[in-house]
Nanobody, 125 residues
Framework: VQLQAFGGGLVQAGGSLRLSCAVS????????VGWFRQPPGREREFVAA????????YYADSVKGRFTISRDGASDTAFLQMRGLKPEDTAVYYC???????????????????WGQGTLVTVSS
């Protein structure tokens, strides 16, 4: 499985961005896809996750109500719509996937076995 994240950039505080994560695997329906981010000088942290088949979503408290994770099965792409961006949202954002058979808390990056390259989001004040 290969993941490719894109859509990052520079945006002013209060603005919006949509990140995309293209997935190479055609039989993806039992996977979980997550977005994580790593702010400058800090550890990687959970942002959001979605169960591909059911569409159930999960969010970190810090982004709840501002970010929306979704997926499009036809294009095998996951999205992270980010609104109301704050300077503290500045980070490298990564998409990740967890294949069937992996278990554990969805908010732990160690439970994901596929990772895309990061895309940088910079929010200016």
């Amino acid at each position: 499985v290969q993941l490719q994240a894109f859509g990052g950039g520079l945006v002013q505080a209060g603005g919006s961005l949509r990140l995309s994560c293209a997935v190479s695997e055609r039989t993806f329906e039992n996977y979980i896809v997550g977005w994580f981010r790593q702010p400058p000088g800090r550890e990687r942290e959970f942002v959001a996750a979605i169960k591909w088949k059911s569409g159930s979503t999960y969010y970190a408290d810090s982004v709840k109500g501002r970010f929306t994770i979704s997926r499009d099965g036809a294009s095998d792409t996951a999205f992270l719509q980010m609104r109301g961006l704050k300077p503290e949202d500045t980070a490298v954002y990564y998409c990740a996937a967890r294949s069937p058979g992996y278990s554990g808390d969805y908010y732990r990056d160690s439970t994901y076995n596929y990772w895309g390259q990061g895309t940088l989001v910079t929010v200016s004040s």
